[in-house]
């Protein structure tokens, strides 16, 4: 780098200052973040299979379409071949269709999860660590009490119990999603919250704010425009992380059979309904678990090319 | 140190009855009725039920019920169950112990392991071992236990027939064979939960390790003579155990909800399957009974971490 500044200096001359600015683009905050995350070999594999990934279930079935419930005896339980790449369940269904179609449903679900988890966990982090005081101290012990709960039982409880009556109030496939969704970003939030809160507490004392404050910026806009966007970094890190660890969760719940019904093949529920073909059809429980750990795994390397790429203290 | 001790204590009673008043109004919210099969049963009439109801206080205010079911739980009476007809502690007491057995074992393994693989990669950073071992560090973390228990049967139950995929708690045979048969239905679920214990904790004790071994007292240690060996295992490790005991009481509780799983793919007879056929047959005393304990855990080793924390580590004072 060294080397290209040199060149610059070369090439300055007084009477064309603009020319300096057009061959070198001014460096923000966000193409250095950017630069960063490109040198995490394993974050950008992660990134292209997310990517690949998230293209095959939302264009796949367009381009692949076969029919998720197209029930024929005649190939039931067959392995790979030709017709069906992915081969197919015991009642002959095309599990290539049902995985890209399951796909959809299990990457929608960690994405909304996530959204709920960070959105909630935002908005009580920043209360607390904003305004202190009584308010602090109960959202704090909120925030304790949620950590305490016990997650996957109170989860499995909770979409067993109340499963009937949002199919009655959202339809049967809404209500599920919608179900689901909120439970578990219901649950996810206290971790974004404590550290949203522990950056609101050390930046709500900086000059910068103290200055907002005495121009008579007004306390929603010092939170949302000035010290908000300076506690994000870990925030997205834990969002990252927060869409895997929802995805798992929704397959957790398919796989024990109490998330969604049979005639919505997410990949929990695939790999849940393949369990007793084990001997006769493994590809079956293969290709939705391997699906699962791709996505987790790639997720996972994104966000610790995200980690190290967001902290300014570490020069790569 | 005892006046902490004892606030620390008290801070867990208003915790532990904040999550009861959670769990009770999540399943006394919920519709279903834990007597309807008597009312499809025409042999019944609907008198009965009612009665039942009645009996057991089920059309009392929640509050009401509320406070009936923490006084008798604190009484030690945790209700009867609606579907097994049993005291739900004697159903709970039969459970335990293969639970924890199998729990057990599992995080020792998960110890074994993840401890001197942590240690040996934070001793050479980004050497080949290192780079082998934090990738299967991370690889083992984002494989969930239901695809690697699947995995697992597909193995060596079907392919290696070498180990049975359901575990029996009627094993007829004894003396050594007995033994035999216990563990060889139990390796699986074992190894399973083990290994998925040992990736993340691999990567604490590496992550603490190196927190560590760059320390001036380090340098002074092997100033003053002593061996590579002494230096890595009487001062480094010593004092990079004190955040990882800590992780590990954090975790425990989150090991026996995690179990749930595990024991659902073995058909392992423990608390967690008791949960999952509780809750498919609605049987809330059962399903409350269990909740809570995980609460519990989660409440009991949150307070052995803060202390085990402070007894490692005497910078730690309590005020």
Redesign the interface.
């Known amino acids: 780098m060294g080397t290209e500044h040199n060149v610059a200096l070369v090439d300055y001359t007084p009477t064309s200052p603009a020319k300096v600015f057009e061959a070198y683009p001014p460096r923000t905050l966000w193409s250095d973040v950017w630069r960063r995350y490109c040198r995490h070999r394993l974050a950008m594999a992660g990134t292209v299979v997310i990517v690949l990934l998230s293209v095959a279930t939302l264009l796949g079935p367009m381009v692949y379409p076969v029919p998720i419930d197209d029930i024929d005896f005649a190939v039931k339980l067959t392995g790979p071949s030709l017709t069906h790449p992915f081969g197919t369940d015991d009642l002959g269904q095309d599990l290539l269709a049902r995985i890209l179609y399951g796909g959809r449903i299990s990457m929608a679900v960690g994405l909304a999860a996530m959204l709920i988890a960070i959105v909630l966990g935002m908005v009580i982090g920043a209360l607390a660590g904003f305004f202190g005081g009584v308010l602090d101290s109960v959202l704090m012990r909120l925030t ?2 949620f ?8 989860l ?3 979409v ?3 499963r ?2 949002v199919r009655l109030a959202f339809g049967p496939e809404l209500g599920i999603f919608i179900l689901i969704v909120c439970v578990i970003g219901g649950l996810r939030w206290m971790q974004p919250a404590r550290l949203v809160r522990a950056s609101f507490l050390a930046l709500k004392e900086k000059e910068f704010v103290e200055a907002a404050r005495c121009v008579g910026v007004p306390s929603a806009w010092l939170i949302i425009r000035h010290i908000l966007p300076n506690a994000l970094s870990p925030v997205i890190v834990a969002a990252t992380l927060g869409v ?1 660890s929802a995805i ?1 969760a929704e ?2 719940i398919s ?2 059979g ?1 998330g969604f019904p049979p005639d919505m093949p997410t990949w ?1 529920r695939i ?1 849940s309904d ?2 007793d073909y ?2 006769l059809a ?1 590809h079956w ?1 293969l290709f939705p ?1 391997l699906m ?2 791709l996505a ?2 790639s997720i ?2 994104i966000g610790d090319g995200l980690r190290d790429a967001l902290d300014p203290r570490k020069i790569l | 140190m005892h006046r902490y001790l004892i606030r620390r204590f008290l801070i867990t009673i208003p915790t532990l009855v904040g999550i009861s008043i959670v769990l009770f109004t999540v399943l006394a919210m919920a519709p279903g009725d834990p007597f309807e099969e008597l009312a499809l049963n025409p042999n019944i009439p609907a008198e009965v039920r009612l009665n039942l109801r009645q009996q057991f206080g089920l059309d009392d205010p929640i509050p009401v019920r509320y406070i009936r079911w923490f006084s008798s739980m604190l009484r030690g009476d945790w209700g009867y169950s609606f579907v097994s007809r049993v005291d739900v502690d004697r159903l709970i007491l039969q459970r335990l112990p293969t639970t924890l057995f199998v729990l057990g074992t599992a995080y020792g393994l998960a110890l074994l392991i993840a401890l001197p693989v942590g240690v040996m990669s934070a001793v050479r950073p980004y050497s080949l071992f290192d780079q082998i071992a934090t990738t299967f560090a991370f690889v083992g973390y984002s494989l969930p236990t239901f695809f690697t228990g699947l995995l697992f049967i597909l193995l060596f139950s079907l392919y290696l027939d070498w180990l049975p995929f359901i575990y029996s708690t009627t094993i007829e045979a004894s003396g050594m064979r007995w033994v035999v048969e216990h563990l060889k239905q139990a390796a699986m679920p074992i190894a399973v939960l083990g290994l998925f214990e040992a990736a993340s904790l691999t990567r604490f004790v590496r992550a603490s390790m190196l927190d560590v071994i760059h320390q001036d007292f380090v340098t002074t240690a092997r100033a003053k003579g002593l061996t590579e060996r002494r230096t890595i295992l009487w001062h480094v490790l010593r004092n990079a155990l004190i955040p990882v005991v800590t992780i590990v009481a954090l975790q425990l509780p989150g090991i026996f909800t995690g179990a749930v799983i595990t024991e659902q793919i073995f058909r392992v007879p423990g608390i967690g399957s008791l949960l999952i056929t509780a809750i498919q047959s609605t049987d809330t005393p059962v399903v409350m009974a269990i909740t809570f304990v995980y609460a519990m855990l989660v409440v009991v080793f949150n307070l052995v971490a803060d202390v085990i924390y402070g007894l490692l580590d005497p910078r730690i004072t309590y005020t």
């Open positions: 304790d009490l950590l305490s709960l016990p997650q996957l039982p109170l499995l409880l909770v067993f119990l109340f009937d009556r895997g798992l397959s957790s796989f024990l109490l929990g790999l393949a369990r084990l001997d493994p429980a678990g699962i750990f987790v795994i996972n390397y």
